[in-house]
């Protein structure tokens, strides 16, 4: 249900938002990954319970990534800034 609305919403095929999900899914396990391990709070336990949440909600974090992504686009695009 999310993939076509937005293939409606955005025009994204459904190989794209794979792909958008995939990535989403990779930016978030390295940044949080490097926040724990910065913080010395990184153990096996917590890159494992890091890796079940990205699997069982890529979907939330990538609306919520996408979201953002264009909601900034809208931004740009009214101020003629990059």
Do not use: P, W
């Not at 409606?8 to 926040?35: D, M, P, W």
């Amino acid at each position: 249900m999310v993939v076509d609305a937005l293939n409606q919403y955005c025009g994204l095929t459904k190989s794209e938002r794979l792909l958008f999900n995939q990535t989403v899914g990779i930016h978030y396990l390295l940044a949080n990954g490097f926040q724990l391990f910065a913080d010395n709070k990184m153990s096996s336990e917590e890159c494992k319970k890091l890796r079940v949440f990205i699997k069982e909600d890529i979907d939330a974090i990538a609306d919520r990534a996408f979201e953002d992504f264009f909601e900034s686009c809208r931004t740009t695009s009214k101020t003629g800034t990059h």
